[in-house]
């Protein structure tokens, strides 16, 4: 619909500025001329659209014009006040409390009295359950620290359990799920790096100031298998009882189970064995066992027969 059209357009200009008459129309799937005739509707209805001209040109909405809350219907504000409210439990942050309740003011009486009937569709916690202070005083400290930019000295440990002493600037805080990274120049590598939160056992702040560099887009990392690509085992072939089904939907991609009759489950696929791969097979207990390859089954023993030799004084 045309209404629809020009509300979008308007959104999108307000948030984007410039566009010129072709992006639009690509944009919205109609010729040019009728996005002409969207900007002459839009400008009719008191909308301060102005025109560019020339190679660079496009069309522009005045700077200071906003709109006003009646866009957003009931639905959209829900969606808006359960994300607000999702972000609210990982920072412990004033700022964000005062955002909610701004939210929540642009709400009618009515409206307020649907959502309390209703309740919530959708929540969203990312603080996991039995996550203490820790994590929160840890995220707080480095988003402060990014704020003033001030240097920060870290003592990481890395995937393969090597430890070493980070000075970093801190640039971004990323949270992936449910898991806290931290995006910052590492002097010591002399390059961006990020760095996952849990693994930062010791942390301090800085007086010392730094000037913010630009820091790579955080939407242009993604996962590399590269990064565990030096411990690669295919064919690896784990069968667990019923007692650990719960676990294993967890753990694995639905393709690489396989339900057999007798209630048991065949995870079959190529595993980066490493530390993580092995802690996991050990702490299924006697739920699981490799049916190879042989190279993991040896592997898995050697760890096993280290920890009944720890206990043989006992």
Known sequence: MKIDRLLAMTILLLNRKKMSAKELADRFQVSTKTIYRDMETLSGAGIPVFAHQGTAGGFEIMEHYTLSRQVLSLEELRSLLAAVKGIHTALDDSKLADLLEKVKAMLNKTERDRLDISGEAI?????????????????NALKEAIAASRLVTIRYTNMNGSESEREVEPASLILKGNVWYLLAYCKLRADFRIFRLSRICEWQVHTRLFEARKAPPVDAYSWDAAWSADNKVAGVILIFRPEVKHRV??????????????????????????????????????????????????????RAAQIVDQYAEI
């Open 123 to 139: 929540t969203f916690d990312f603080n996991p359950w039995g996550q203490g202070q820790a994590v929160r005083d840890k995220v």
């Open 249 to 302: 939907g967890d753990s694995y991609f639905p393709e690489q189970v396989e339900y057999l009759e007798d209630g048991t489950m065949r995870v079959m696929g190529e595993f980066n064995a490493d530390e993580w791969f092995y802690s996991q097979l050990l702490s299924y207990g006697n739920k699981v066992k490799v049916e190879g390859p042989a190279a993991v089954v040896k592997e898995l023993k050697r």
